[in-house]
């Protein structure tokens, strides 16, 4: 195969890879990033249990102080994606004082009207173990940490009549970071942000990989 005729099979898969662009930016989708407003912004974060009065919010960073069970979270517009092929990425440090070996993200999947069971809304925990974080080695001190959008519990949400169909399959409409249930332990830590990022593999990466490999192919 010459350049020539090479160069039709460029074009198909370019177009291909443009079509999955639109997606490829909506999937990266920020559920925390230091704006200063998690708090007193609008719709305004929450905390409850042994989280209440124990964040402190700067204009990059949530702080945690808490030593039993709590958590935090915001409301966010309804946002519909395939979790398989996206994964939760978390910037965060442990501080001084720690006792904690574990947090939990929650994804909440809102699946209808609420009218019946399977048309409600559940909570999704995704475990984090804070010994998998990977240092940042920027002299912040701060790691990220990914994690496959695994449940590891699954419950009918707070204030709905039904829960949802069981699956993580997103209507996202909430998001909140707790603590171990009926844990003591002292959870003391930084968050500078929270998102949800293509899964390596995804349909949206393969794309530009395969652009990649045809652009290196040649006669």
């Not at 804070?130 to 519990?153: H, I, M, R």
């Not at 949802?164 to 996202?172: E, M, R, T, V």
Request: some cysteine.
């Amino acid at each position: 195969m010459n350049l020539y005729s090479f160069q039709p099979v460029v074009a198909a898969v370019a177009a291909w890879v443009v079509c999955l662009s639109p997606q490829t930016s909506a999937a990266n989708l920020s559920l925390y990033e230091g704006d200063g407003m998690f708090l007193t912004g609008a719709p305004a974060g929450f905390a409850f249990g042994g989280f209440s009065g124990n964040v402190t919010e700067t204009i990059s960073s949530l702080t945690i102080d808490a030593s039993s069970f709590g958590g935090i979270g915001r409301d966010l517009t309804q946002t519909d994606f395939d979790a398989s092929e996206y994964q939760l990425r978390i910037v965060y440090r442990l501080l001084p004082g720690n006792e904690a070996e574990d947090f939990r993200v929650v994804l909440r999947d809102n699946d209808g009207d609420d009218s019946a069971p399977g048309q409600g809304t559940e909570d999704h925990q995704i475990f984090i173990d804070t010994s998998f974080a990977t240092p940042l080695n920027d002299g912040s001190g701060f790691s990220e940490q990914f994690s496959p959008l695994n449940s590891v519990f699954t419950d009918k949400s707070f204030g709905f009549t039904n829960g949802g169909d069981g699956a993580l399959n997103p209507g996202l409409d909430q998001w909140q970071l707790q603590s171990a249930f009926g844990g003591t332990d002292r959870l003391h830590l930084e968050v500078r942000s929270v998102e949800l990022v293509p899964e390596p593999g995804s349909a949206a990466l393969l794309g530009a990989g395969l652009t990649a490999f045809v652009l290196r192919r040649r006669p």
